[in-house]
C-alpha cells in the first residue's frame, strides 16, 4: 500500500498511510457500487452506518473524487483516525 509524504509545521518529513474512505449514506444501489469499482477499483462494504473502503493507491482516490460530485471532508482526530468522509452524489446513477 502507498504511503502519503507530509511536512509538518516544523518542515520535517512524515509518511502517513492513505486515509480509508467512508460514504455517508444508508443506501448505494448495486448499478453505483458496480461502476465505481469499474472506474476505480474501489469495492465499497457497508457497516454499520456508513459504506467504507481502504484504497491501496492514490490514484483511487483521485479517479474518485474527479469523477464524482461528492461533498468531502478529512478527519484526524480521536474519534476518526485519517478519514475522508463522502456525502451524496448528485449523478443520475445514484439516486436510490
Not at 458496480?34 to 474501489?42: D, F, R
Not at 464524482?68 to 478519514?83: A, C, G, I, L, M
Amino acid at each position: 500500500m502507498e504511503n502519503l509524504i507530509l511536512v509538518n509545521g516544523n518542515k520535517q518529513n512524515y509518511k502517513r498511510p492513505l486515509p480509508k474512505i467512508e460514504w455517508i449514506t444508508g443506501f448505494i444501489n448495486k448499478v453505483a457500487l458496480a461502476h465505481i469499482k469499474e472506474n476505480t477499483g474501489l469495492s465499497f462494504k457497508k457497516t454499520a452506518w456508513t459504506y467504507e473502503v481502504q484504497p491501496t493507491n492514490s490514484q483511487q482516490i483521485v479517479k474518485l473524487l474527479m469523477t464524482y460530485d461528492f461533498k468531502t471532508q478529512y478527519y484526524d482526530n480521536t474519534d476518526h483516525k485519517n478519514v475522508i468522509f463522502i456525502k451524496k452524489c448528485t449523478g443520475e446513477d445514484f439516486k436510490d
